[in-house]
């Protein structure tokens, strides 16, 4: 009897040296980021806000995933950023910044305001903010209220004096009593008080060696009470 050739164990099975096993690749990521293109896109339709939102989100994602899309959210981040200036700088054109709302005009300005005396407008409501205010206060400040709060003034006209040219300052009184005198109208209604007087503002010598010659009238009382609602049509 031969005797039986000796076992040998199975070769083992061989695998590819460049393989390991419970591992797989991951494939690369395709086409550029979401958020990157709806960046650019939103900004074309002009929807920056969106396209500012996404910009930032495409560039956080850009970084940390590796994936493409970078240029084109910094692309939408631009166009965005260049329409929110401008509309800011057309809103700061367009808002009516401290200007009097249409209708205003007759009864002065919405809020208080600080000009000079011959800055007073006809139908202006105003209170002197010197309150020993003479009739040379042409740099005298007035404080510009709406006529439906109490004021101690209300200006009925403006003018220039048209004096000779040898006229001095001390002329401009008569004159400018009977300028004032002319333009004056004795207002009716409830807002006219039964101690209704005119109170008659000159220029000061030395705006009078300026060549100024504005001239304001104002409704008052005498006594210095308060006027309330506007007297001028």
């Known amino acids: 009897m031969r005797p039986n050739p000796p076992q040998q164990d199975p070769a083992p099975h ?43 989100v495409a ?17 939408g981040l631009w166009v965005a950023g260049a329409q929110a200036l401008a509309t800011g700088v057309l809103l700061a054109l367009v808002l009516p910044w401290g200007d009097t709302a249409e209708g205003e005009e007759d009864e002065g300005y919405a809020s208080p305001e600080i000009v000079y005396a011959f800055e007073v407008r006809v139908g202006d409501c105003f ?3 010197n309150d020993d205010m003479s009739q ?30 040898s006229s001095g300052h001390e002329d401009a009184g008569p004159w400018a009593s009977t300028g004032c005198l002319e333009h004056y109208g004795y207002p009716t ?33 005498e006594g210095g009470g308060m006027l309330e609602g506007s007297l001028v049509d």
């Open 136 to 165: 040379d206060a042409s740099h005298s400040g007035m404080e510009i209220v709406p006529c439906d709060q109490p004021h101690e003034m209300q200006a009925y006209a403006v003018f220039d004096l048209d004096l000779p040219e």
């Open 189 to 221: 209604g409830d807002a006219a008080p039964g101690d209704l007087t005119h109170y008659i503002l000159l220029p000061s010598p030395e705006g009078w060696e300026r060549d100024q010659r504005d001239v304001l009238c104002a409704y008052t009382r």
């Open 14 to 56: 061989e695998q590819p040296a460049d393989s390991q096993p419970g591992w797989a690749a991951v494939p690369p990521p395709s086409g550029p980021n979401g958020p990157a293109i709806g960046a650019l896109v939103t900004s074309v339709l002009f929807l920056w806000p969106v396209a500012l939102v996404l910009g930032f």
């Open 59 to 75: 560039l956080s994602q850009t970084r940390k995933r590796g994936e493409d899309g970078r240029g084109l959210a910094l692309a």
């Open 127 to 129: 209170n002197p903010v």
